[in-house]
């Protein structure tokens, strides 16, 4: 199918990371349908339809663990097909509509989340973070602007170190952040973190089981926190649930170029050693046991209540899904 170059370039961008978190390439992918269904040539409701369809379709395949770029895709398609009305205009402006809404909808359950996020940062204590987690970060602000006296450890997050901008960011709005090596963090947990203290991250996608999967590393740093009893809270809206995961089907782990490992900082292998290979998984599971809550726009809930809240608003009772 011809793609537009602003497509094309918005999903270079989210396949290279040049947009990261998971809000931010569901936002750009929306945009990417929306720039496709406007340049749409279709005269009648079928054929519009069916070019949305294909959009929607190349447009998911950016990146594999990202049900909320799904969900988004899914929700404005199946918003904009309900309208009864087979006038092509009207339904690109449908579309057009459709989009705005779910990035009006994205502002208020971030801001849900930084609300009900700030109350568990500990006044006088550390927080853990690592990655970046345009949701953690919204979290962290607010409850500086609300004068709660804490610092931050980030993990700078190998091998694209998005925690640098999580760093970057927090330090820039006044927030006391120190960028750590992602294997000092057990250290942290054990050296500067009280029992009250707490490790935030976000997710990029909630099986049914209530299990978190999120950037490389994070399962290790819960793990640690466990074994050290400090919480771990997930900042993320119930749009991360993954619905396909109620059937049984795995949530995929994303594999990415060895080039991001093979070729970073000074050591740059332009050509292989026959022995050598690259394992470059870009998230890991993080088992529902090792979450104390997750952090969403319904509230602070523990895994279980968070997948029952999600059965709920799917209209599926417990029964239909066992």
């Avoid at 970060?137 to 700078?156: G, H, N, P, Q, S």
């Avoid at 694209?160 to 963090?185: C, F, H, M, N, W």
Wanted: glycine share 6%; aromatic share 8%.
């Amino acid at each position: 199918m011809a793609v537009q170059a602003k497509t094309k370039k918005i999903y270079d961008d989210i396949r290279t990371l040049r947009i990261q978190g998971a809000d931010e390439a569901a936002a750009a992918a929306l945009e990417a349908l929306r720039i496709e269904g406007l340049a749409s040539k279709a005269r009648n409701r079928k054929d519009f339809f069916s070019d949305l369809r294909a959009s929607a379709l190349y447009l998911k395949t950016v990146r594999p663990t990202e049900p909320e770029l799904r969900n988004a895709l899914r929700l404005v398609f199946t918003a904009v097909h309900k309208s009864p009305s087979d006038d092509v205009a009207e339904l690109k402006h449908g579309l057009d509509k459709q989009v705005e809404k779910y990035e009006e909808n994205l502002k208020k359950v971030r801001g849900k989340i930084a609300e009900y996020g700030a109350r568990l940062v500990p006044d006088g204590g550390t927080v853990l973070v690592h990655c970046h987690s345009g949701s953690v970060v919204a979290v962290l602000k607010k409850a500086f602007d609300e004068e709660i006296d804490f610092k931050v450890f980030a993990c700078e997050t190998r091998p694209l170190y998005q925690g640098r901008k999580t760093a970057r960011q927090l330090s820039e709005y006044g927030i006391p952040t120190t960028l750590v090596v992602d294997s000092a963090a057990r250290l942290v947990l054990t050296r500067f973190m009280r029992d009250s203290d707490v490790v935030l991250v976000g997710a990029d996608a909630i099986t049914s089981e209530g299990d978190l999967v999120n950037k490389i590393g994070t399962s290790q740093v819960a793990l640690s926190a466990f074994e050290h009893e400090k919480h771990v809270y997930s900042c993320a809206g119930t749009h991360k649930f993954d619905p396909l995961t109620l059937w049984g089907s795995g949530e995929p782990i994303e594999e990415r170029d060895s080039s991001e490992v093979a070729v970073s900082g000074d050591f740059k292998l332009k050509k292989f050693p026959k022995a050598l290979h690259v394992f470059n998984p870009a998230f890991d599971v993080t088992e529902a046991k090792y979450v104390n809550a997750f952090v969403t726009e319904l509230g602070v809930l523990p895994p279980q209540s968070l997948v029952m809240a999600v059965w709920k608003e799917l209209g599926l009772s417990e029964k239909q899904l066992i």
